[in-house]
């Protein structure tokens, strides 16, 4: 009760201007479905069928790539063997029933710990996933029942005109059904994953058509009319007007264009357009740069807008809109290393709109920039490297286009500068944060990184985030994954600069950046500076970062009042490097081959920490749930001294 009481009032001193009546308002919304329970048949209507969307048109009539092909084969092959892997966890045993079709207890399956959640029993909205400590994280259960891995092995049936496929997968939908009455159990306790379903029946509504009879038709257009109804009526608006309510309103679209016959149809669809075009400006900078700071959220927001547009039809959307996008898919490129990889800022829970197989695609940003480029006719905009994916040929991909040129971009809204070409002969992709915590009141993406460093070398990680692990089963640890000193940057007195107070939330002292010094030329010369330690210590940390012929020389300096204790200047290193520390200096290889001398601060104590557990530092986690041991770096020195310098030294290629 405690935590619950703590999370309300934390929530409370966020919100904004007259969200306390809307939330009040939702309440009583809330408390009336409670009271409900009238299961499928409040939303069935004789006759009624949804419609095939045109815009899956090209994957069900068209010849597709080899590898596309494959691709989708694969994904019906892994269904009918009866394994599911989403989210890098593998669902215990059979996911199938003896009739081929997904199992029903699947739906309300932990495959972590092997519970379950509450289902039909209970009303979504008395499910208090949020608190359930360290015993399940609900995203799990949440990622098996948006039924995208549904969808691939659906396309393949049509392609294949496999009916017993076809029967299989209808057969899981229906279970679905059975398992999750509208509004009851987990499964409906946020729109985020309404609005994902209504993808994945889409596809397959538009494959499966053929063997859709009367009945099913009538039972899959009420799944869709109760999905729309449920979206409408609890909208996610202001402080959680993010990632979520595009969720929402792309979910509106597609079910407006499923059942355009239904009364709130047209409601739906305007609901739906105007959203969507008014998050697509919000939730982006005017350079592009996602406002929730994390590339990874940036990529499947902009996923969800590209599938709620095309659902929507040629007239979507408007040209400001188109422009935003267009520079959304620019930041996304910039973002990308040699190897098409985006550097882990921020969140990361490897949501994806469409799925090939799996929750695994690496180089994710890089397929969604190539769909905007396709969308929008935009070949400039495609990026130079990127994998298949089916993804591809619903939005008209583009081929990748040339290597960025090599030089320094400086995003001066999103806040971030990376210089990308050759030093010491060397590939680099070097990324330092000056921008904003996150979006919003809630800023719920963000991560406590202002001033951090990110580095590649030939493709290759080499400086790295600690990344996200999990969300809501590992209350401490989704702390520690998120303050200060588990980033590249420097702490002071061991203080966070901006203080969680909540998975998805920060307090009211977060850290304010200033781009100081900065300019689009090579080589690289750049300060940046935030105030998160002045209300508490009175000072300013600034960060200057100079190239020189070989690497980087960062400066770090605290001004205002005399600074007391201790700053620390952390570095983590990618699992698989080779660190050690002899006379002020850090040496790091991998596989015997050297790649960087970190020269520590004249006077510094060096301190390398692998897998502490208290503080956090010394993991990395490459994707969701996944925790690695790796080196981080520890420079400790007085706080009165106000100046450090550390330079990052590249091997040359030998």
């Not at 015997?592 to 004249?602: D, I, K, Q, S, W």
Request: charged residues 20%; contains cysteine; aromatic residues 8%.
């Amino acid at each position: 009760m405690l935590g619950r009481l703590s999370w309300y009032a934390r929530r409370l001193a966020v919100m904004e201007r007259g969200e306390i009546g809307h939330r009040i308002r939702e309440q009583i919304e809330r408390r009336a479905a409670r009271r409900e329970n009238g299961g499928w048949a409040q939303f069935a209507k004789p006759g009624a069928r949804p419609q095939v969307l045109p815009m899956f048109a090209p994957l069900l009539e068209n010849d597709l790539p080899a590898m596309i092909s494959a691709q989708l084969a694969h994904a019906a092959d892994t269904f009918r063997s009866g394994k599911l892997r989403l989210l890098n966890r593998d669902w215990p045993g059979s996911v199938l029933d003896a009739g081929g079709g997904i199992a029903p207890s699947i739906w309300t399956l932990d495959p972590v710990s092997g519970t379950d959640w509450p289902g039909a029993e209970v009303s979504a909205f008395d499910i208090d996933f949020r608190f359930e400590g360290d015993k399940r994280d609900v995203k799990y259960v949440a990622e098996a029942n948006r039924l995208h891995f549904l969808a691939a092995p659906a396309i393949h049936a049509h392609r294949t005109q496999d009916a017993a496929l076809a029967g299989a997968i209808l057969r899981s939908v229906l279970s679905w059904m059975e398992v999750n009455p509208p509004g009851r159990g987990v499964n409906w306790y946020s729109g985020i994953e309404a609005g994902y379903r209504l993808v994945s029946l889409s596809v397959i509504v538009a494959a499966l058509d053929p063997w859709i009879d009367s009945a099913t038709g009538e039972k899959l257009a009420a799944f869709v009319a109760a999905h729309g109804t449920w979206l409408a009526r609890f909208p996610s608006l202001f402080s959680s007007a993010n990632n979520h309510l595009v969720a929402e309103a792309m979910g509106l679209a597609l079910a407006a264009r499923l059942l355009p016959g239904h009364a709130k149809a047209p409601e739906w669809l305007a609901q739906g357009r105007s959203r969507l075009e008014d998050r697509a400006l919000a939730l982006f900078h005017e350079d592009g740069v996602g406002q929730e700071q994390s590339p990874a959220y940036s990529a499947f927001t902009l996923e969800m807008l590209l599938v709620g547009f095309a659902a929507i039809g040629a007239d979507a959307p408007p040209p400001a809109v188109r422009e935003r996008l267009a520079k959304a898919a620019q930041a996304l490129c910039a973002f990308l290393d040699e190897d098409g990889i985006v550097p882990l800022i921020g969140d990361d829970d490897q949501s994806r709109v469409l799925m090939a197989n799996g929750s695994d695609e690496p180089r994710y940003a890089a397929s969604i920039a190539g769909a905007i480029a396709g969308f929008l006719a935009r070949p400039d905009v495609a990026p130079n490297i990127r994998d298949p994916h089916w993804r591809d040929i619903l939005f008209a991909t583009p081929p990748p286009g040339p290597r960025p040129a090599d030089g320094t971009t400086t995003f001066r809204h999103g806040g971030y500068t990376i210089r990308r070409g050759e030093i010491a002969g060397r590939r680099v992709h070097f990324t330092f944060d000056h921008g904003p915590l996150g979006f919003g009141a809630l800023a719920a993406h963000g991560h406590a990184d202002t001033l951090s460093v990110w580095l590649s070398l030939d493709g290759r990680p080499v400086l790295v985030d600690a990344g996200t692990y999990l969300y809501h089963s590992e209350g401490e640890n989704r702390r520690r994954f998120r303050v200060t000193p588990v980033h590249n940057t420097l702490t002071l007195g061991g203080v966070s600069q901006s203080e969680p107070s909540g998975p998805f939330n920060w307090m009211p002292r977060r850290a304010r950046a200033t781009l100081d010094k900065g300019a689009d030329s090579l080589p690289l010369a750049i300060s940046a500076s935030h105030d998160g330690y002045e209300k508490r210590f009175g000072v300013i940390h600034r960060r200057e970062i100079t190239e020189t012929t070989n690497g980087f020389d960062i400066t770090d300096s605290l001004s205002g009042a005399a600074p007391a204790g201790e700053v620390e200047i952390a570095f983590l290193l990618a699992p698989g490097l080779d660190v050690s520390a002899a006379q002020g200096e850090v040496q790091a290889s991998r596989n015997g081959r050297h790649e960087l001398t970190l020269a520590a601060p004249e006077g510094a104590a060096i301190e390398i920490i692998r897998a502490d557990a208290v503080s956090g530092r010394g993991f990395h986690s490459p994707g969701f749930g996944i925790l690695q041991e790796a080196a981080t770096v520890v420079l400790r020195a007085p706080a009165s001294a106000r100046r450090w310098r550390c330079s990052i030294i590249l091997s040359p290629v030998t």
